[in-house]
């Protein structure tokens, strides 16, 4: 995918959100922000025999921020959650396929900083 | 007149290049650029008098002890101060501010109150709220819908419990400047002490600390043409002598035993350990090169371009600015929203199922980081000022600020880099 499409892909996303909302009986859930800018994500999972069977966002922030949170979604969705804790930074930077400056590295790791925070804290106290 | 492009020549980071275009700097609430006779300083100071200070008795200890002692006298001058000993060097603002909140603290007691403004950095804020755990409690005055402080809200959150009123002299947000000499006169009628925090005024306007009558005045180096890592703060000499010290270690005590220490004379006694002695005499010639300027003349620079900003704001389409219309009470701060994009709130996204934010904003990092494209640094973010942002129910804003340097020309560039980003974002 070439740089100038990764980035379209990201303003779709951006702009038409996949998965946003609020997961019902949801066994995981994460707010997270980046204190720098204020940048903010609600995670919220439904974790069953170790597979992610349902993940949705909310949040508000910049369009990388953002856009990233829904391509997460789609991307760990139906996912043992073992293997979504397992994906790196640098695995989820290239599969976004956009060069980002270290500033903005952050904003696009925002959401799976929180999903892996929530994943390693076990459920939440957030959900049911 | 104040010439900026012959200014820009003493400024060898504007000769660079990124990307093939010239730099706009439009950061200077943040930090400002150096001029070479500043970076030739300290170069100086390094290649030809380094040494400890307050120390040997040999000639280079004694020439250093005099340069950072110079620098201490000339700095001290620039704020109107009439006492060297008044100026005890810090890293920053924030460094000076912790010293006052935790120094001053010692003495407070529980039911006491501090009183702050909605408009301060967090620097003039965290250290009070330190204060918390022995009870002390932490008042804000409101600001009005025009980004000025309300005075009727000030003098009613003002009483008998007040033992110290903080307040910033410019928001480094909203560029509103404060009437600091006015809330001083209210802070000492109620018998409070007054700090004052002039990060964001020092720099661009003249400062006579001794007319604002203020106790303490806290200020960065960095943002007026001088080095990181080293400040000021001014407090009055019956004050700071009777102070607790901040830190402990050499420099600052007049004897040690094993059963205790006694301090050294003021400043001494606030500035523990090896002091920074280079970007000291670095900011001491940055304060020489502002005031072959002027002041004045730097003032008068800046609300041109704050006018001109707040005229030509008008072409773009969405936008939304932050701050007092009026340049006699603004600096040259111009913080700015493309569409209203508010805070993030869970409850409210889970009540209204998605709050809806038209297709027209433009979230700031999104701004800054387009415009960065075009050559131009602004800044987006909170600006450290996170209740501030609260009270415009703001994320975030975009911030351009200006500075001696810069020209109505970056002004017009910074517009239409501004109306290219927002076309190539909603396309």
Known sequence: MSEDLAYEVLMDHYRNPHNYGSVKDFTHGITEYNPICGDTVHIEMHISNGIIDEIKFMGRGCSISQASASILTETVKGMPAAEAAAITDQDYLLKLGVSLGPAREKCALLSLNAMRKSLSAGGSSDGQ | MLDPIRIRNDFPIFRRMIDGK????????????????????????????NSNVHRGIYRLSEESTDMYERARKNISEFIGSRDPRSLVFVRNTTEALNLVASSLGKSLASGDEILLTEMEHHSNIVPWQFLKDKG?????????????????????????????????????VLGTINDVKELGKIAHENGSLY??????????????VTDIDCDFFAFSG??????????????????LENMPPYMGGGDMISSVTKEG????????????????????????????????????????????????????????????????????????????????IPAFNLEKEMEQSGVKISRDAIHPHDVASLI?????????????????????????TARASFYLYNTREEVDKFFIGLNDAIMRFRQ
């Open chain 2, 22 to 49: 010239e730099i706009i700097y439009l950061d200077n609430a943040a930090t400002t650029q150096k001029p070479y006779q500043v970076v030739e300083a300290i170069k100086d100071y390094y290649e030809n008098f």
């Open chain 2, 136 to 172: 002390v409690k932490v008042q804000f005055a409101r600001i009005n819908e025009n980004g000025t402080l309300s005075i009727e809200d000030f003098k009613s959150k003002i009483n008998q419990k007040t033992k110290i009123v903080s307040v910033t002299h410019v928001s480094n």
């Open chain 2, 195 to 208: 700090v004052v925090d002039g990060a964001q005024s020092v720099p661009h306007m003249p400062i006579d």
């Open chain 2, 222 to 239: 960095h943002k007026m043409l001088g080095p990181m890592g080293i400040g000021g703060l001014y407090g009055k000499i019956d004050l």
């Open chain 2, 261 to 340: 220490a006694t301090w050294n004379s003021v400043p001494h006694k606030f500035e523990a350990g090896t002091p920074n002695v280079a970007d000291a005499v670095g900011l001491s010639a940055a304060v020489d090169y502002l005031r072959k300027i002027g002041m004045d003349e730097i003032r008068k620079h800046e609300m041109d371009l704050i006018l001109y900003a707040l005229q030509e704001e008008h072409y773009i389409e969405g936008l939304r600015s932050f701050g007092p219309k009026s340049i006699h009470i603004r600096a040259g701060v111009y913080s700015f929203n493309i569409g209203d």
């Open chain 2, 372 to 396: 960065n494209g075009e050559g131009i640094s602004i800044r987006s973010g909170h600006h450290c000022a996170m209740p501030l942002m609260d009270k415009l129910n703001v994320q975030a």
